[in-house]
């Protein structure tokens, strides 16, 4: 299970995709989006059929990322956090490609400043972190992403010493959870 506040929100009733920005700035939309995400997670946490739950996103709740967390933990799930992290300067590039919208420069200042200290809150509570660096080259990305798919394979690395199921692992775009249920 994947769950993801941008996918939700495009379900909004007022999502245009031909203006996304619009439906950020609206509030209500965010609310009722992350309402959705909170209601499925807490839905996936329940269902132990679930093998594995996936939460995308910035991470700079940390409030939040703490007590989904510990709910998974209570759940019986295994926990890992990956933060793949870049530097402003290549984000601020990167989103001046980006086709479907761009973020605005001051909320990219804002969550450079807040995502490596809400990693460095979360990560000691997670049974296993780990950094993959986007601003890497090509080559180094994927001796990373290599690392991180041995790690959950094998489930045992000096970094990473939980039991991961063999399962292959989407990796998204940002400080992501992943949550998975214990064999």
Same mark, same amino acid.
């Given at each position: 299970?994947?769950?993801? $506040?941008?996918?939700?929100? #495009?379900?909004?009733?007022?999502? +245009?995709? /031909?203006?996304?920005?619009?439906? =950020? #700035?609206?509030?209500?939309? =965010?609310?009722? #989006? ?6 499925? =997670?807490?839905?996936?946490?329940? +269902? ?6 996936? *939460?995308? /996103?910035?991470?700079? %709740? *940390? ?8 709910? #998974? %933990?209570?759940?019986? $799930?295994?926990?890992?956090? *990956?933060?793949? %992290? ?24 804002? =969550?450079?400043? $807040?995502? +490596? ?8 509570? *997670? /049974? ?8 890497? +080259? ?16 094998? /489930? ?28």
């Amino acid at each position: 299970t994947v769950l993801d $506040l941008d996918t939700e929100i #495009a379900r909004h009733p007022r999502f +245009d995709p /031909g203006n996304v920005s619009a439906i =950020y #700035a609206n509030r209500r939309a =965010y609310a009722w #989006a992350d309402a959705r995400v909170e209601a499925a =997670y807490a839905r996936s946490l329940a +269902d132990a059929s679930i093998a594995s739950i996936v *939460v995308d /996103g910035t991470g700079t %709740k *940390v409030e939040r990322r703490l007590r989904r967390v510990a709910a #998974a %933990k209570a759940a019986g $799930l295994a926990t890992l956090l *990956v933060y793949v %992290k870049v530097d402003l300067e290549t984000a601020v590039r990167r989103n001046s490609r980006r086709p479907e919208r761009t973020v605005p420069l001051a909320a990219l200042q804002e =969550y450079a400043r $807040l995502v +490596d200290r809400a990693h460095a809150r979360v990560s000691p509570s *997670v /049974g296993c972190s780990v950094v993959i660096d986007n601003n890497a +080259d090509l080559g180094a990305r994927r001796d990373q992403l290599a690392f991180l798919r041995t790690a959950l394979a094998t /489930g045992l690395t000096a970094e990473c010493r939980l039991p991961f199921p063999r399962r292959l692992l989407r990796l998204l775009t940002r400080s992501t959870a992943l949550l998975r249920r214990r064999p």
